[in-house]
Every structure is written in C-alpha cells, then in structure tokens.
C-alpha cells in the first residue's frame, strides 16, 4: 500500500511538473512579440513602425523570401489600418 502512495505522489509531481513546464514555454512563446519586435521565422524581423529585416542569402528561395515579405506588409497594414 505505501509503494502505490509513492507512486502516485510521484506521478502527480511530475505530472504537475510537465504541465509547469509546457505553461512556462507557452508564456514565452506568446511574448515573442514584446516591444513590438515580431520575429517572422528565423530568416525575418518585423519592428513595429520601424522596419522589416529579412535575411536575403543567396541559397534562399524565391517563394521563401516572398512570404516574409508578405508577412511583413500584413504586419505593417495590421498597425496602420488601427491608427
């Protein structure tokens, strides 16, 4: 009887645990938009009424660089259709 008490007060610890942690990175992930920076993947950056920065290397594509851009405009139009 008092190993199945164990078990389940360790289940529950690290049941609370994980849940803990998956809270905690999803708080981080909503407040990737803080200050106003907007990252676009990992190629792009979008600065709240500043600029857009996308990374144009050689070896990216076309449709690749496109999207960013387009995600940047949608951004932009988003903050400037409010004001």
Do not use: H, Q
């Not at 907007?38 to 999207?67: D, F």
């Amino acid at each position: 009887m008092k190993s199945f008490i164990n078990f389940v007060v360790m289940f529950l610890l690290s049941f609370t645990a994980t849940i803990g942690f998956i809270f905690i990175i999803l708080i981080a992930m909503d407040n990737s938009r803080i200050n106003g920076i907007n990252p676009i993947g990992s190629e792009a950056v979008y600065i709240s009424g500043e600029a857009c920065t996308v990374n144009m290397e050689y070896s990216r594509k076309y449709e690749n660089l496109l999207g960013d851009f387009s995600k940047c405009l949608e951004l932009w139009s988003e903050e400037n259709v409010n004001k």
